[in-house]
């Protein structure tokens, strides 16, 4: 017996959509990062940086666009998820020339563990607040080890780190982009340990969603936790750069050297250690 076809329904916007495309769009900003490691370390060490390290690397994209910036350059990625490191080559990888390509190396490892293709590196990062997943004091001060004795002599290891009262805040921030919408939500803060669980949501025109696209369980640390373990991890040095603001109650994207820190309702900065 014939029956009527099946009605083929149109895919929604959130089923079209690819999370890490979305995540790359709505949260990094590599080409701005790449300038601050290569300008910094330029200053301090008075040479330019060659080999970069990029823990947990996700899908490479800082890595590319190092290795894009320079011919000498050189990148090792390393993340404990294959499917997303996967993801990053054919997507941002498959993107470089063959020359660019043959210098970025992909390790699906534990950043506690680099093994030896990652060691002798001139800049480690650790980008996009990636280290809180170390929620004790003995695991990143084991991981703030680990980086500094695969640095080269003058290494330098680059981190950012973001605070202020609206921190600690349950809230959602909604970002409209091009096409969908960045959901930042604040879902869990556990006033005794600290522990932080922040998710990434995206939403689209047609009204469709991806709920829990990302989901983090983090330490929400302070900074001069950070600083305290980075030196008892051997770090000579840390120098804190803070973000400016735009006038309008956000930052402006420059980052600056400082010493003192206005408490701000939410800031940003970069944290460069001294090996
Ligand atoms: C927030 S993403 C960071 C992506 C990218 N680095 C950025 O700046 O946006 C966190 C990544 O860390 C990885 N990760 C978490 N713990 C790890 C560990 N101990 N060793 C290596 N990678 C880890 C996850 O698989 C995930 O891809």
């Given at each position: 017996m014939a029956g009527s076809p099946p009605i083929k329904r149109k895919r929604t916007q959130a089923e079209r959509a690819d999370i890490h495309d979305l995540y790359q769009r709505a949260v990094q900003e590599v080409d701005a990062e790449i300038d601050f490691v290569d300008r910094e370390f330029s200053r301090i060490r008075k040479?330019?940086?060659?080999?970069?390290r990029e823990d947990f690397c996700g899908t490479a994209n800082t890595s590319c666009e190092w290795v894009r910036r320079r011919r000498g350059n050189r990148a090792v990625g390393v993340d404990l998820c294959s499917a997303t490191l996967a993801w990053g080559v054919a997507n941002n990888l498959s993107r470089l020339r063959p020359s660019e390509r043959e210098r970025v190396t992909l390790l699906n490892r534990n950043v506690l563990d680099p093994g030896p293709a990652g060691r002798g590196v001139d800049a480690a990062l650790a980008m996009n607040f990636s280290y809180w997943v170390f929620r004790t004091r003995e695991q990143l001060r084991a991981y703030f080890g680990a980086v500094r004795r695969s640095l080269a002599k003058d290494g330098l290891f680059f981190l950012d780190?973001?605070?202020?009262?609206?921190?600690?805040?349950?809230?959602?921030e909604r970002r409209p982009l091009r096409g969908f919408t960045y959901i930042w939500d604040q879902?869990?803060?556990?006033?005794?340990?600290?522990?932080?669980?922040?998710?990434?949501?995206?939403?689209?025109?047609?009204?469709?969603?991806?709920?829990?696209?990302?989901?983090?369980?983090?330490?929400?640390?302070?900074?001069p936790e950070i600083r305290e373990l980075l030196s008892e991890a051997g770090f000579t040095r840390s120098i804190v750069y803070l973000e400016g603001d735009d006038g309008k109650g956000g930052g402006n994207g420059v980052f600056a050297p400082a010493e003192v820190g206005e408490n701000c309702p939410a800031w940003l900065a970069y944290i460069v250690a001294e090996k």
């Open positions: 040479r330019r940086a060659s080999l970069l780190f973001y605070s202020g009262p609206d921190s600690l805040r349950i809230t959602r879902a869990q803060y556990d006033a005794l340990t600290g522990d932080y669980v922040c998710h990434i949501h995206f939403s689209f025109p047609d009204g469709s969603r991806i709920r829990n696209a990302f989901t983090y369980h983090w330490r929400l640390w302070t900074l």
